[in-house]
């Protein structure tokens, strides 16, 4: 099936056959990139692919109580897809002929219709009625001294000429079905001639219902306007479920012809729209050359209930949807950073085959052993036996014991800065280790520091302790900022090797 949206620029929506580009293209592109940009990085996984066919099933159950609207700003060979053209009916010359062209077969008594593809739904068994408005240009020229027969716009229940229409039943009915609840075809005719004594002249509108025989009518020759003088005439034809309207004509604000009408009354639940046409032994030239109809349909109550449920499950797959690829993607994102930072798959199984592993304490281990975090049993009493504070608690740097401690480390005694408690029972060399870490530790500088690595390859015997200064260096600032892209360096310039391939401070 070719869309009208295909054809020149053409518009259109229709609800039970077609999806227009207007409605689903731009929905899906709208859908796709804010999918691209909350979930940036899940496109590969397919996700917005089933997310976008979630949301086209929503647009596609709105659309069911959209309005029926088409537009033919002219007609063209490839716009037949959309009409049902009878044997007398053709495109030509960018119009619509509802009866043969001169160009053609034989003009003499002919009768044609030409409609829109898809009938649509008037009236519901609940009360609810459509309203629509049309409009349309037509242009009817005589091809003979006389004019005949006319032309119409039409709403029928039958897509088919109804055979012996041609003449003075302007393709309307036929003397069978004229005057008929059979012939479900309510029509305003535009007549150039006087077929019937009941016709006013050869230059009128008429409303008809299911006759020929016009419910009402009126001349334009007054208006000055005249249906077969090969021009072209506006015309604008709307009905509000009560009444009917027509305009003729430049004035599109006062009506020709208005009259009270039921439409439910005559015509089935679903009619088709368009044109019909007749010629007799005067013959003329009957043509639409553009057309645009609008029309508030009226829905099955039963297909509501279905489409809702269409639309409520699109909406729940979609939000299952949703979640599944934000869980997925944090997931990989995730996944992402540890193999970022770390080429192991567990970062703890990786390092818990190293000496310098970290231990693994619970909560409730810790709370044990600090008496439940209690600040008299803060860590601080460290090889030296004493607190951090001078013994008169002060927290200052001048009175606090890595003054002390670094004054020991001057002098090449910072043995004596050994517990006096362990009454000297340890080994030297890994007291004096522990003494000058800790002075480089308490370095003021952040910068020149030791890593926590350093700390435990030094403790664990896999690297000597690091270089610190006999002199207590004066604190610096700003302190120049830490490169965890860098070996850790020593206090005066010296290098540690690497233990391992873990990195980080």
Same mark, same amino acid.
């Given at each position: 099936?070719?869309?009208?949206?295909?054809?020149?620029?053409?518009?259109?929506?229709?609800?039970?056959?077609?999806?227009?580009?207007?409605?689903?293209?731009?929905?899906?592109?709208?859908?796709?990139?804010?999918?691209?940009?909350?979930?940036?990085?899940?496109?590969?996984?397919?996700?917005?692919?089933?997310? @976008?066919?979630?949301?086209?099933?929503?647009?596609?159950?709105?659309?069911?109580?959209?309005?029926?609207?088409?537009?033919?700003?002219?007609?063209?060979?490839?716009?037949?897809?959309?009409?049902?053209?009878?044997?007398?009916?053709?495109?030509?010359?960018?119009?619509?002929?509802? @009866?043969?062209?001169?160009?053609?077969?034989?003009?003499?008594?002919?009768?044609?219709? @030409?409609?829109?593809?898809?009938?649509?739904?008037?009236?519901?068994?609940?009360?609810?009625?459509?309203?629509?408005?049309?409009?349309?240009?037509?242009?009817?020229?005589?091809?003979?001294?006389?004019?005949?027969?006319?032309?119409?716009?039409?709403?029928?229940?039958?897509? $088919?000429?109804?055979?012996?229409?041609?003449?003075?039943?302007?393709?309307?009915?036929?003397?069978?079905?004229?005057?008929?609840?059979?012939?479900?075809?309510?029509?305003?005719?535009?007549?150039?001639?006087?077929?019937? /004594?009941? $016709?006013?002249?050869?230059?009128?509108?008429?409303? $008809?219902?299911?006759?020929?025989?016009? +419910?009402?009518?009126?001349?334009?020759?007054?208006?000055?306007?005249?249906?077969?003088?090969?021009?072209?005439?506006?015309?604008?034809?709307?009905?509000?479920?009560?009444?009917?309207?027509?305009?003729?004509?430049?004035?599109?604000?006062?009506?020709?012809?208005?009259?009270?009408?039921?439409?439910?009354?005559?015509?089935?639940?679903?009619?088709?729209?368009?044109?019909?046409?007749?010629?007799?032994?005067?013959?003329?030239?009957?043509?639409?050359?553009?057309?645009?109809?609008?029309?508030?349909?009226?829905? $099955?109550?039963?297909?509501?209930?279905?489409?809702?449920?269409?639309?409520?499950?699109?909406?729940?797959?979609?939000?299952?949807?949703?979640?599944?690829?934000?869980?997925?993607?944090?997931?990989?994102?995730?996944?992402?950073?540890?193999?970022?930072?770390?080429?192991? /798959?567990?970062?703890?199984?990786?390092?818990?085959?190293?000496? @310098?592993?970290?231990?693994?304490?619970?909560?409730?281990?810790?709370?044990?052993?600090?008496?439940?975090?209690?600040?008299?049993?803060? #860590?601080? +009493?460290?090889?030296?036996?004493?607190? /951090?504070?001078?013994?008169?608690?002060?927290?200052?740097?001048?009175?606090?014991?890595?003054?002390? #401690?670094?004054?020991?480390?001057?002098?090449?005694?910072?043995?004596?800065?050994?517990?006096?408690?362990?009454?000297?029972?340890?080994?030297?060399?890994?007291?004096?280790?522990?003494?000058? #870490?800790?002075?480089?530790?308490?370095?003021?500088?952040?910068?020149?520091?030791?890593?926590?690595?350093?700390?435990?390859?030094?403790?664990?015997?896999?690297?000597?302790?690091?270089?610190?200064?006999?002199?207590?260096?004066?604190?610096?600032?700003?302190?120049?900022?830490?490169?965890?892209?860098?070996?850790?360096?020593?206090?005066?310039?010296?290098? #540690?090797?690497?233990?391992?391939?873990?990195?980080?401070?």
């Amino acid at each position: 099936m070719k869309f009208p949206c295909t054809f020149q620029g053409r518009r259109s929506l229709e609800a039970h056959k077609v999806i227009s580009f207007i409605i689903i293209q731009p929905c899906q592109k709208v859908a796709q990139e804010n999918l691209k940009s909350s979930f940036d990085g899940i496109a590969e996984m397919r996700f917005p692919l089933a997310a @976008t066919s979630a949301i086209l099933a929503v647009f596609l159950a709105l659309a069911q109580v959209q309005s029926l609207a088409f537009e033919f700003p002219n007609f063209t060979i490839s716009d037949q897809s959309q009409l049902i053209l009878s044997d007398n009916s053709s495109i030509a010359l960018g119009a619509i002929q509802v @009866t043969p062209d001169n160009h053609g077969a034989s003009m003499v008594n002919r009768a044609g219709r @030409t409609l829109y593809k898809w009938p649509f739904r008037l009236w519901s068994k609940k009360g609810k009625k459509a309203n629509f408005n049309t409009t349309f240009v037509l242009n009817v020229k005589n091809m003979t001294a006389s004019s005949g027969e006319g032309l119409a716009f039409i709403l029928t229940g039958d897509p $088919d000429v109804p055979a012996g229409s041609d003449g003075q039943w302007l393709g309307i009915v036929n003397s069978r079905l004229n005057g008929t609840t059979e012939a479900e075809t309510v029509a305003v005719e535009f007549d150039t001639k006087r077929s019937f /004594p009941e $016709d006013p002249d050869g230059n009128h509108i008429g409303l $008809d219902v299911n006759s020929v025989y016009s +419910k009402s009518w009126v001349s334009l020759n007054d208006s000055g306007i005249y249906i077969s003088a090969a021009t072209d005439i506006k015309v604008a034809v709307q009905y509000d479920g009560k009444n009917l309207s027509v305009f003729v004509g430049d004035d599109m604000k006062n009506p020709v012809l208005s009259e009270p009408l039921d439409l439910s009354a005559y015509l089935p639940e679903m009619v088709y729209v368009g044109f019909s046409g007749s010629t007799s032994n005067d013959t003329q030239l009957n043509c639409v050359k553009s057309w645009e109809f609008n029309i508030s349909e009226v829905k $099955d109550s039963k297909l509501w209930w279905v489409w809702i449920l269409v639309a409520v499950g699109a909406v729940l797959i979609l939000l299952i949807g949703i979640g599944i690829a934000f869980f997925l993607y944090r997931k990989r994102g995730c996944e992402g950073i540890n193999r970022e930072e770390n080429t192991y /798959p567990n970062i703890e199984e990786a390092i818990l085959g190293f000496s @310098t592993a970290p231990k693994k304490f619970k909560f409730k281990e810790l709370s044990k052993a600090t008496g439940k975090f209690n600040p008299k049993n803060k #860590l601080g +009493k460290v090889a030296c036996g004493r607190k /951090p504070g001078g013994q008169a608690g002060r927290d200052d740097y001048i009175c606090n014991i890595v003054h002390g #401690l670094w004054e020991l480390h001057r002098r090449g005694t910072i043995l004596e800065g050994a517990d006096p408690r362990l009454n000297g029972i340890f080994i030297e060399e890994e007291m004096e280790c522990v003494l000058i #870490l800790g002075l480089a530790c308490c370095h003021p500088n952040p910068k020149n520091r030791p890593s926590m690595k350093t700390v435990l390859q030094v403790l664990t015997g896999e690297a000597p302790p690091p270089e610190v200064p006999a002199e207590r260096p004066a604190f610096m600032w700003p302190p120049m900022p830490t490169s965890f892209n860098e070996w850790d360096s020593s206090l005066v310039g010296g290098q #540690l090797s690497p233990f391992s391939g873990l990195s980080g401070r």
